[in-house]
């Protein structure tokens, strides 16, 4: 009977470290949730760039442009070694691999002077590209997902409240990306509103479920309140938008303070469920 208890309490024990060790996992070096933020940002970068892109050779050439442009590219190589380098996982391994591929073929394109062929050629490829970053972004929830299969607590709603406020600053770009598009190829404009449109919802209709999340705190509330006053004017005015009434300049100031509104809310629920 000793000994049946000895064994039993072994195997108890075996269990409860076995189930830390799953609880505390992470990805690599680096937190479940900076790693979905991170690569988060690679959608959002993809976007950037093509829009910064396209900009300039539309002709709308100012510092912060080409900033965006250069910078890009660097974060997203950078971004993309991280998450490289902590990866685990076929399936993550595999998605790196994908993303790797597409952004070798798409840097050489931004790496060349804008023009409008290269434009056409960035349309023809920035999607690819974020398929394959949101791909990536959702093989790393599954696997933070399973790692904490074991547990009643927030940790993978978190995980799927960074993913969804992240994926945000990616459509506020991919706006202004298409927006732009139709000025360079005003013939294509009802092709590109088709894009914008499945976005410009998504968008707004998101900005409404975070209103209502149960792990907002004053901050979250108070940069959604500045997201909801820059955004009301494209809000109220969804056909002026499709119509491409809003000047270049004007619709690539507020895509950027939108993303930069968001960029914010998504680090204040990374902290929430690092604290959490």
């Known amino acids: 009977m000793k000994t049946q208890i000895t064994i039993m309490s ?23 949730n900076k790693a979905i933020n991170i690569s988060g940002k690679q959608r959002m970068l993809s976007q950037k760039m093509s829009k910064s892109y396209l900009l300039i050779a539309k002709g709308i050439r100012n510092k912060d442009i080409e900033r965006e442009l250069s910078s890009g590219k660097f974060i997203f190589e950078k971004q993309l070694d991280i998450l490289s380098q902590n990866a685990s996982g076929s399936l993550i391994k ?3 691999k994908n993303v790797r591929k597409t952004w070798n073929e798409f840097k050489g394109i931004i790496n060349s002077t804008p ?42 709603d978190l995980v799927n409240t960074i993913n969804i406020s992240g994926k945000q600053r990616m459509l506020s770009q991919r706006l202004c990306l ?12 009802k092709e590109n509103n088709d894009i914008m449109n499945p976005i410009f919802e998504e968008f707004d209709g998101v900005i409404g479920n975070l209103l209502i999340c149960s792990y907002n705190n004053t901050e979250v509330e108070e940069e959604l309140g500045i997201v909801m006053s820059i955004w009301e004017k494209f809000q109220r005015n969804k056909r002026a938008f499709l119509n491409g009434d809003f000047t270049l300049e004007e619709v690539y100031k507020t895509t950027n303070e939108l993303t930069k509104s968001f960029n914010k809310i998504t680090g204040i629920y990374e902290i929430i469920a690092k604290n959490s």
């Open 115 to 156: 023009n409008i062929t290269g434009s056409a050629d960035i349309l023809r490829l920035n999607t690819k590209l974020l398929k394959a970053c949101h791909e990536l972004v959702l093989s790393i929830e599954a696997s933070s997902n399973y790692s904490n299969q074991f547990f009643k607590n927030k940790s993978q």
């Open 94 to 96: 595999l998605s790196i």
């Open 10 to 32: 072994l195997i108890v024990n075996l269990l409860f470290t076995y189930l830390a060790s799953a609880q505390s996992q992470n990805y690599g070096s680096i937190s479940f």
């Open 178 to 189: 298409y927006y732009t598009a139709s000025t360079i190829f005003p013939s294509k404009r």
